[in-house]
């Protein structure tokens, strides 16, 4: 029987390039994603088990219903290890189910973002176990993240 997988969770574009940085760490590992289907978002993740949310994300109550139906039909299934996201909006469904499910979760704050959190890091914290922080100026605003760097 195979590991668990890990759930890497992003939009396209910055977000999920940030994750694909660590494919290093991942790429040995039993794993799924969750993205927009968009053209490069399906050729960086073509040969990837992938599925594809909802978009826009943004003040779009009926994907936010669609993804959250998503999050759980996905987290039933695969149950994986962990959730792990840079964002955006498309990950608070994702935290929220895993947390419910007590699937740990992991928040990376986007690299270009450092005087303030995003939106998705606020929205995601009561639901996060671990946040990490690319630069040393995320940890004002929070204080309890590790820094690990820029992944780009």
């Not at 999920?16 to 039993?30: D, E, F, G, I, V």
């Not at 928040?107 to 630069?135: G, H, K, N």
Request: hydrophobic letters at 50%; a positive charge.
């Amino acid at each position: 029987m195979s590991a668990p997988p890990i759930l890497l969770v992003a939009s396209d574009g910055g977000h999920l390039a940030q994750l694909w940085s660590l494919r290093p760490w991942w790429k040995r590992r039993n794993r799924a994603w969750i993205s927009f289907p968009t053209p490069d978002a399906a050729e960086l993740l073509k040969d990837e088990e992938v599925c594809w949310a909802h978009h826009p994300t943004t003040r779009h109550v009926r994907n936010l219903l669609r993804n959250t139906v998503l999050a759980v039909r996905v987290l039933a299934r695969c149950r994986p290890a962990v959730v792990i996201s840079t964002g955006a909006g498309v990950a608070l469904p994702f935290f929220i189910v895993a947390w419910l499910m007590r699937v740990p979760t992991v928040y990376i704050e986007v690299y270009d973002r450092i005087d303030t959190p995003t939106l998705t890091a606020r929205l995601c914290r009561p639901f996060t176990r671990l946040f990490l922080a690319q630069w040393e100026e995320q940890r004002e605003f929070m204080p309890a993240a590790i820094t690990v760097g820029p992944l780009l």
